[in-house]
């Protein structure tokens, strides 16, 4: 029998226009980079390349270590989505990364991922005619997809400590981009940010812990009490103080730098300490994304002194 006729038809969806398409995908492959992560890795590396020249390096130079940096820290990022995509996906904070909800196929992440490191390795080798930064870069990729990723996160609560050693090598390829060679400085750099690593990211941990403990990530606020973290981060941000107080006499910084380093690394502490009295007392509100919040503007205040160091002698003498 002939059907009765209806007055609703199938109408094919309307076409997603190519360009549409091409930008879902790039938004995709970018956000494989994790540039948010990345942001705070170029904000050492400007800094110590200034310090290194003693005044702005030529800006060939400085825009080309800063996209290397970029490139290499994407691969590093790209290997981290690939690796990680099954801790991702279980992760109410990561849920929405391009491997989990299909944007991009695994396969493509990982030739994505191995398609930036070759090139950035190159970048630094031929464009910004650096061997030693190359060398220090292929070391910061493994040291991050390899040390980190596969050998320490799923494994220790000391993860991000030691794992965070890749995070610090920016300041080392900085500097060698300028001088093709390494000296206190630079290592100095990189031990502020290797102090202040832990006590960035484990407020962090404090804030998803349920969220690592469901992925059976063994962060240190997931297997430690509260209070035995905050300590650990008071004294990871005392030594970082520490060190970049000792930069005064190594590099020469000025007064300036001086009175940044030492009024931003009390403030810091300050959070630290609050956060192991809050602990302390009990407190279900421990406040620990503010203090992560905190920890970044704190990074971005020291390395803004340093950037701003070497030009110092000449403002004040053109002002007095």
Request: proline fraction near 7%; include cysteine; charged fraction near 15%.
């Amino acid at each position: 029998m002939p059907q009765p006729a209806t007055a609703v038809t199938d109408v094919p969806a309307p076409a997603v226009p190519r360009w549409l398409l091409a930008t879902r995908v790039l938004k995709a492959y970018v956000a494989l980079t994790k540039p948010r992560i990345i942001e705070l890795l170029l904000v050492t590396t400007l800094p110590a390349m200034i310090l290194a020249a003693d005044g702005w390096p030529p800006m060939w130079l400085t825009l080309a270590t800063l996209v290397g940096g970029y490139l290499s820290a994407g691969s590093a990022n790209a290997f981290n989505s690939y690796i990680d995509r099954d801790i991702d996906a279980v992760m109410k904070r990561t849920r929405n990364r391009p491997l989990v909800t299909g944007a991009v196929a695994p396969r493509d992440a990982l030739v994505f991922a191995w398609v930036l490191g070759a090139v950035s390795l190159a970048w630094f080798w031929f464009v910004v005619g650096s061997p030693l930064s190359a060398g220090l870069t292929l070391f910061a990729i493994l040291g991050y997809v390899v040390g980190y990723t596969l050998l320490l996160k799923r494994r220790t609560a000391q993860n991000i400590v030691w794992g965070g050693i890749a995070g610090c090598m920016p300041a080392l390829i900085g500097w060698a981009a300028v001088r093709e060679s390494l000296s206190w400085t630079p290592f100095l750099l990189f031990l502020i940010v290797f102090f202040w690593t832990p006590p960035h990211y484990w407020p962090l941990s404090m804030k998803f812990r349920k969220d690592y403990a469901h992925a059976e990530v063994p962060m240190l606020p997931v297997v430690a009490p509260t209070r035995r973290v905050a300590i650990e981060m008071i004294a990871y941000a005392a030594a970082m103080i520490l060190t970049s107080l000792v930069l005064v006499p190594v590099a020469g910084m000025t007064w300036v730098y001086l009175a940044v380093a030492a009024g931003a690394g009390a403030w810091f502490m300050k959070g630290c300490i609050e956060l192991y009295v809050r602990s302390q007392r009990g407190d279900e509100k421990l406040r620990e994304m503010r203090l992560f919040r905190e920890s970044i503007v704190y990074l971005t205040l020291v390395f803004a002194a340093v950037l701003v160091d070497p030009f110092l002698p000449d403002l004040l003498t053109v002002w007095g």
